[in-house]
T-cell receptor, first 115, second 117 residues
Framework: NAGVTQTPKFQVLKTGQSMTLQCAQDMNHEYMSWYRQDPGMGLRLIHYSVGAGITDQGEVPNGYNVSRSTTEDFPLRLLSAAPSQTSVYFC??????????????FGNGTRLTVT | DQQVKQNSPSLSVQEGRISILNCDYTNSMFDYFLWYKKYPAEGPTFLISISSIKDKNEDGRFTVFLNKSAKHLSLHIVPSQPGDSAVYFCAARTSNAGGTSYGKLTFGQGTILTVHP
């Protein structure tokens, strides 16, 4: 099991560029989510999905889009990058959103810099 | 508003001593609390959790205490080891009484623990 795999590990974008952060999991988890980590802010939920074809917004969704066409993949799209989106992005998955016994499994993160 | 707060950005402890990391929360809809540990350049990994119906949960060197009346939880690490040096995040899960927020985790800001040999 590879767990949760995120690509790329690092990315530099210019303001206004678009890109997709990839996330894949091989644990057959229903629930997948994207977080961003900023200094002093902890981890904040961007978007999440409770299954293929179902997505919803988290705490900080503006400027990001997601889709979930398969159970395994949950890409995060930045439509027009802004310096405020400079952050470390983590993808996480778990068996079920509501399960006590299924804590989140995180990928190793993508460090994004927008200049 | 920060519903889960870790007010100590950092903590330094001598090897072998106890490390106590604290976390406060404001939302009474939280029903489950977790601690995650994060090393540099890695994602957070699950460490230990506690249900709101309990006041203590122990797993080896790690114990989590929950004081519901004070809306406070703490993580005790005894004895502390240099390999415990990491960022520790407290997280809280919203119960099914929380409507559309059911099941989502809210994280604190993190505390950097440094254990000196």
């Amino acid at each position: 099991n590879a767990g949760v795999t995120q690509t790329p590990k690092f990315q530099v974008l210019k303001t206004g560029q678009s890109m997709t952060l990839q996330c894949a999991q091989d644990m057959n988890h229903e629930y997948m989510s994207w977080y961003r980590q900023d200094p002093g802010m902890g981890l904040r939920l961007i978007h999440y999905s409770v299954g293929a074809g179902i997505t919803d917004q988290g705490e900080v969704p503006n400027g990001y889009n997601v889709s979930r066409s398969t159970t395994e993949d949950f890409p995060l799209r930045l439509l027009s990058a802004a310096p405020s989106q400079t952050s470390v992005y983590f993808c996480a998955s778990s068996y079920q959103l509501s399960s006590y016994n299924s804590p989140l499994h995180f990928g190793n993160g993508t460090r994004l810099t927008v200049t | 508003d920060q519903q889960v707060k870790q007010n100590s950005p950092s903590l330094s402890v001598q090897e072998g001593r106890i490390s106590i990391l604290n976390c406060d929360y404001t939302n009474s809809m939280f029903d489950y609390f977790l601690w995650y540990k994060k090393y540099p350049a890695e994602g957070p990994t699950f460490l230990i959790s506690i249900s709101s119906i309990k006041d203590k949960n122990e797993d080896g060197r790690f114990t989590v205490f929950l004081n519901k009346s004070a809306k406070h939880l703490s993580l005790h690490i005894v004895p502390s080891q240099p390999g415990d040096s990491a960022v520790y995040f407290c997280a809280a899960r919203t119960s099914n009484a929380g409507g559309t927020s059911y099941g989502k985790l809210t994280f604190g800001q993190g505390t950097i623990l440094t254990v000196h040999p």
